[in-house]
């Protein structure tokens, strides 16, 4: 599959959380995203420095300002289980907007073209580092890293597209 | 005599739940977990990566340890669960072992292993929360082929975990599982904590 580019529309998938009874249930990628700007952003691993200490907080600071620039949603996906995306977004209490989901089988990092073996590192098949903008299921901007490196991905690079 | 008749038929050996040997006309290729049988002949070739941060990573160039390195020459606990930041193994299976620690030293064990289908970096974070990563020595099965080369792998997809383990533990000694137990169903907590192990060492 050919990584997902600048007009291409999102495809649909499941992703997996828990809901607020704590239950854990899938959520169609669409459901989210149908008719709203969302951006989409992707870590190859809960737990790893680059994911948890520089691409998750950024979003996570510049929530406010994103979304006074009209984006509906802010997730966060990673080839994890959801137990691992649950305890992981816990680690940021002060976290209200952005959504942490589940791609535990990486069906939808695979539908994306962005899967990444890590087998070497001990992390198997997981995602590019990316950040998507997306309106109305069409991807306005696609900001991907080539592995896990933290250059265009950012929150940052990505208010420069709205 | 019954190692032996293991070491000559490896990939024909059914075992009950009871864990007595019968020989069968299996035509598996991996062998079963079951008291007698040699646990580093049985994952040959197999590693698992200690828990660990990224940076320990990529200082030790992302380095595993091997079936052998972990069970030849030491007496071991191990025992496996089906995923880190879980119910039942964060509530249960885990505090069982880590609360115990002391008793298990009195009976000259070497290492107490905790090992889930899960990376290292996800089990060192967990074991961290746990406050078990001084008494417990964590790894991670990242592809499960450990699980595997046991038979004890489980497909929980419909927990939506994927394919992770059986809740289990063993009693190693120099490689040699002298104690084994599974659970019925993952989900349980009956055989595999520390308490029953312990009355087996």
Redesign the interface.
């Known amino acids: 599959m050919a990584p997902i580019a600048v007009g291409d529309t999102l495809p649909d998938g499941n992703l997996s959380c828990f809901d607020a009874e704590d239950k854990p249930q899938q959520v169609s990628v669409h459901s989210l995203s149908a008719g709203k700007k969302v951006i989409i952003f992707g870590v190859p691993g809960a737990f790893t420095p680059t994911c948890s200490l520089k691409h998750v907080p950024g979003f996570i600071e510049r929530a406010g300002e994103l979304k006074s620039k009209g984006v509906d949603e802010i997730i966060c996906i990673s080839v994890n289980d959801p137990f691992v995306m649950k305890a992981w977004a816990n680690t940021y209490p002060e976290n209200k907007d952005v959504k942490f989901l589940a791609d535990g089988s990486a069906t939808y990092t695979h539908a994306l073209g962005l899967e990444l073996d890590l087998s070497e590192k001990g992390l198997g098949t997981r995602s590019r580092r990316f950040a998507l903008l997306v309106e109305d299921l069409k991807v306005k901007a696609a900001n991907i890293e080539s592995g896990g490196e933290f250059t265009v991905s950012s929150a940052d690079d990505i208010l420069k597209a709205l | 005599m019954a190692t032996n008749i293991l070491r000559r038929a490896a990939s024909s050996v059914i075992t009950s739940k009871t864990g007595s040997l019968l020989t069968g006309t299996s035509r598996r290729s991996y062998a079963s977990v079951a008291v007698g049988i040699d646990i580093v002949s049985a994952a040959h070739g197999v590693s698992l990566?200690k828990a660990r941060?990224?940076?320990e990573?990529v200082s030790s160039n992302?380095s595993?340890t091997s079936v052998k390195d972990i069970f030849k020459g030491k007496k071991v606990v191990i025992f496996g669960l089906p995923?880190?930041?879980?119910g039942v193994c964060s509530q249960q299976h885990v505090p069982s072992y880590s609360k115990n620690i002391d008793k298990f030293k009195a009976k000259g064990i070497d290492s107490v292993i905790c090992v889930a289908v899960?990376?290292?970096?996800?089990m060192?974070?967990?074991a961290c929360?746990l406050t078990a990563k001084d008494v417990i020595d964590f790894y991670?099965d990242?592809?499960g082929s450990f699980h595997k080369s046991l038979e004890l792998g489980k497909d929980l997809?419909a927990?939506?975990?994927?394919p992770r383990s059986q809740r289990w533990s063993a009693y190693v000694v120099d490689g040699k599982v002298k104690a084994f137990n599974v659970e019925g169903a993952p989900s349980d907590f009956k055989v595999s904590g520390a308490e029953v192990i312990l009355e087996q060492i």
Do not use: C, E, I
């Not at chain 2, 995923?83 to 879980?86: I, L, N, S």
């Open positions: 990566q941060s990224w940076d990573g992302f595993t995923g880190a930041y879980t899960n990376d290292p970096y996800v060192n974070a967990w929360k991670g990242f592809d997809s927990a939506l975990l994927g």
